[in-house]
Protein backbone atom coordinates (compact mmCIF):
# COMPACT_ATOMS: atom_id res chain seq x y z
CA UNK A 1 0.00 0.00 0.00
CA UNK A 2 1.62 3.10 -0.95
CA UNK A 3 1.57 6.43 1.10
CA UNK A 4 -1.15 8.25 -0.48
CA UNK A 5 -3.59 5.03 0.21
CA UNK A 6 -2.65 4.62 3.98
CA UNK A 7 -3.32 8.59 4.19
CA UNK A 8 -6.52 8.47 2.37
CA UNK A 9 -7.49 5.47 4.83
CA UNK A 10 -6.41 7.22 7.98
CA UNK A 11 -9.99 9.42 9.03
CA UNK A 12 -11.87 6.57 8.13
CA UNK A 13 -10.21 4.18 10.74
CA UNK A 14 -9.86 6.94 13.75
CA UNK A 15 -13.39 7.35 12.90
CA UNK A 16 -14.37 3.67 13.00
CA UNK A 17 -11.87 3.08 16.17
CA UNK A 18 -13.84 6.08 17.77
CA UNK A 19 -17.20 4.59 17.06
CA UNK A 20 -16.18 1.19 18.13
CA UNK A 21 -14.94 2.09 21.37
CA UNK A 22 -18.47 4.26 22.14
CA UNK A 23 -20.54 1.41 21.09
CA UNK A 24 -18.87 -0.67 23.59
CA UNK A 25 -17.71 1.46 26.53
CA UNK A 26 -20.82 3.01 28.28
CA UNK A 27 -20.70 1.12 30.87
CA UNK A 28 -16.40 2.48 31.14
CA UNK A 29 -17.63 5.76 31.22
CA UNK A 30 -19.74 5.43 34.28
CA UNK A 31 -16.93 3.30 35.96
CA UNK A 32 -14.19 5.59 34.36
CA UNK A 33 -15.67 8.89 36.16
CA UNK A 34 -15.72 12.24 35.21
CA UNK A 35 -12.28 13.85 34.03
CA UNK A 36 -10.51 16.87 32.44
CA UNK A 37 -7.59 16.11 30.30
CA UNK A 38 -4.74 18.86 29.94
CA UNK A 39 -3.14 19.44 26.58
CA UNK A 40 0.97 18.52 26.89
CA UNK A 41 2.58 21.36 29.18
CA UNK A 42 6.35 21.39 28.63
CA UNK A 43 7.84 21.80 31.96
CA UNK A 44 11.82 22.60 32.89
CA UNK A 45 14.19 19.95 34.60
CA UNK A 46 16.62 22.81 35.95
CA UNK A 47 20.21 21.74 37.58
CA UNK A 48 22.19 24.16 39.68
CA UNK A 49 20.32 27.00 37.80
CA UNK A 50 20.88 25.54 34.52
CA UNK A 51 18.01 24.52 32.23
CA UNK A 52 19.17 20.63 31.14
CA UNK A 53 15.74 19.32 29.29
CA UNK A 54 12.19 19.81 29.41
CA UNK A 55 9.86 17.26 29.94
CA UNK A 56 6.81 17.11 28.18
CA UNK A 57 3.59 16.12 30.65
CA UNK A 58 0.20 14.85 30.43
CA UNK A 59 -1.78 15.43 33.10
CA UNK A 60 -5.68 14.16 34.49
CA UNK A 61 -8.05 16.26 36.46
CA UNK A 62 -10.36 13.60 38.41
CA UNK A 63 -13.35 15.08 38.81
CA UNK A 64 -15.47 14.62 41.71
CA UNK A 65 -19.76 12.84 40.68
CA UNK A 66 -21.30 16.03 41.59
CA UNK A 67 -18.43 17.98 39.54
CA UNK A 68 -19.69 20.13 36.44
CA UNK A 69 -17.06 18.62 33.54
CA UNK A 70 -18.17 20.80 30.90
CA UNK A 71 -17.78 23.84 33.08
CA UNK A 72 -14.20 22.66 34.56
CA UNK A 73 -13.40 21.65 30.81
CA UNK A 74 -13.60 25.12 29.82
CA UNK A 75 -10.94 26.29 32.66
CA UNK A 76 -8.58 23.90 31.14
CA UNK A 77 -6.38 26.50 29.79
CA UNK A 78 -6.43 28.23 33.37
CA UNK A 79 -4.90 24.81 34.89
CA UNK A 80 -2.42 24.33 32.75
CA UNK A 81 -0.99 27.76 32.81
CA UNK A 82 -0.93 27.44 36.67
CA UNK A 83 1.39 24.58 35.90
CA UNK A 84 3.41 26.24 33.65
CA UNK A 85 4.02 29.28 35.67
CA UNK A 86 4.46 26.74 39.16
CA UNK A 87 6.84 24.64 37.12
CA UNK A 88 8.91 27.89 36.40
CA UNK A 89 8.84 29.41 39.99
CA UNK A 90 10.26 26.01 41.20
CA UNK A 91 10.96 23.58 38.89
CA UNK A 92 9.65 19.84 39.39
CA UNK A 93 13.09 18.64 38.90
CA UNK A 94 13.47 14.71 40.31
CA UNK A 95 16.86 14.53 41.58
CA UNK A 96 17.50 11.25 40.51
CA UNK A 97 16.48 10.97 37.04
CA UNK A 98 16.69 13.90 34.86
CA UNK A 99 14.32 12.49 32.48
CA UNK A 100 10.85 12.26 34.59
CA UNK A 101 10.08 14.89 37.01
CA UNK A 102 9.09 14.94 40.66
CA UNK A 103 5.28 13.06 40.40
CA UNK A 104 3.90 13.51 43.66
CA UNK A 105 5.24 17.17 44.24
CA UNK A 106 3.47 17.91 40.50
CA UNK A 107 0.05 16.22 41.71
CA UNK A 108 -0.05 18.12 44.74
CA UNK A 109 0.76 21.41 43.20
CA UNK A 110 -2.19 20.69 40.56
CA UNK A 111 -4.55 20.12 42.77
CA UNK A 112 -3.69 23.17 45.10
CA UNK A 113 -3.79 24.96 41.98
CA UNK A 114 -7.17 23.19 40.64
CA UNK A 115 -8.64 24.03 44.18
CA UNK A 116 -8.57 27.80 44.20
CA UNK A 117 -9.11 27.90 40.45
CA UNK A 118 -12.95 26.04 40.51
CA UNK A 119 -13.36 25.11 44.34
CA UNK A 120 -11.40 21.98 45.99
CA UNK A 121 -14.68 19.98 46.12
CA UNK A 122 -14.88 19.26 42.29
CA UNK A 123 -11.66 17.08 41.93
CA UNK A 124 -10.87 13.78 43.69
CA UNK A 125 -7.61 13.19 42.10
CA UNK A 126 -4.71 13.67 39.67
CA UNK A 127 -3.04 11.19 37.03
CA UNK A 128 -0.23 11.41 35.21
CA UNK A 129 -1.36 10.03 32.06
CA UNK A 130 2.14 10.35 30.57
CA UNK A 131 5.92 12.36 30.48
CA UNK A 132 8.20 12.31 27.64
CA UNK A 133 11.76 14.29 27.82
CA UNK A 134 12.82 16.50 25.24
CA UNK A 135 16.13 15.08 25.43
CA UNK A 136 17.11 11.54 26.34
CA UNK A 137 21.09 12.04 25.89
CA UNK A 138 24.00 14.65 26.97
CA UNK A 139 22.46 15.34 30.39
CA UNK A 140 24.50 15.84 33.40
CA UNK A 141 24.46 12.63 35.71
CA UNK A 142 22.48 13.18 38.94
CA UNK A 143 24.13 12.87 41.83
CA UNK A 144 24.39 9.10 43.66
Do not use: C
Amino acid sequence: MDRRALLALAPALLAATAAAASEGGEGKKDAAGQYVDLAPIALPVVVGGKLVNYVFVSLRLNLSPSADSVKLRAKEPWFRDAMVRAGHRQPFTNPKNYLVLDEARLKSVLMREAGAIAGAKNFTSVTVTSMTPKQRSGLPRPPT
